[in-house]
């Protein structure tokens, strides 16, 4: 790709600019050639630029001076320029003046963003993560952990939820999602914000419980804290006694070197009682050349629990006692129908018993009964 084509995809990405916070050009996935060192968004009136690798004077310079005929072109106030790769002095406004408060507005929801920290308060990537989390939100109680600024509860929280509980040990990154719950009045005697290691502190986590949604959505890598080559297993350890019975998990990864078979394997191995979904797709303003390479929003449910004391069909207690010693139940005096076992759910068979009423009542009428519960073979 030419700088002149870089210009020109910006230009196209901007043509329906709205106040959304969006990516315009994402280099990040190495889909475009020369420029995977740099990513562009637009929030409101002010064009975001990073750089995550120092280069060469005058290939910065006509970056910068493309930038700038940009967002001439697009009547776009501010102009901002991050070198990721820098820890100080890492910002620079190129043109225009940074308001005190700045949003940035995502599906009419405002977000709290702060020039002045390398990660500025919202990872627009993960909008298809937070609309899913909205969507399934109403009346649940939520756990979000490594909830950095609160994103995930603001949507959770104005889309229904009955509890957000928060958990992060950046201070600093609660108190501004307290801030993201006001800015769009939100309720947040709903909100817990818990300032802990979540690694040290799941006694204090467990006290919620149980969690209808649970959301993870941890750093690759944070030195001292949290490395998701062995820290990530440490959480899914611990999902079944966090969980209830049909418990969702919003399950993050955003390592290059991890894939989704990594994530898999976890789940399978420390809590087999969670299984796969599916995984979100990424939006179309992130490109890749490797979806793998790519971040991984993965949703696992927890499977079913079987109670064999409730009907298969029916769910009513079956009040068998073919188990107890020297019992002569019900069961053995009835003979169950073969035609009426093939219908039992695979999950289910040997495991509940059928009802003495559902048994009655299929050899009293057999079709009547397949369509009062809608059974296939």
Sequence with gaps: MTINELK?????????????????????????????????????????VTLYESIDNSLENELKELLEQVSIQMNIDTLVLQKRYQKENFCEVLKGKLAQNIYAIENNLKYTINFTNQNIGLFPDMKVGREFIASISKDKNILNLFSYTCAFSVVALNSGAKQVVNVDMAKGALSIGRDNHRIN?????????????ILKSWSRIKKFAPYDIIIIDPPSFQKGSFAASKDYEKIIKRLNELASSDCIVLSCLNAPELDTTFMKDLFSKFASEFEFVKRLENLETFPSNNEEKTLKNMIFKRKEMINPKLCPFCGQQNLCEAHILNNNCWCNNIKVPTELRVFIPEEKRMKACICQKCILDFKENSELFIQKYNLTK
């Excluded at 043509?15 to 562009?40: I, M």
């Design 185 to 197: 009045n939100l309720d947040t005697n709903k909100v817990k914000f818990l300032p802990y290691n």
């Design 8 to 48: 020109e995809l910006i230009l196209f990405n901007l043509k329906d600019n709205s106040k959304e916070f969006k990516r315009v050009f994402h280099g990040r996935g190495n889909y475009y050639q020369n420029f995977h060192y740099l990513t562009v968004d637009i929030i409101d009136k002010i064009l975001f």
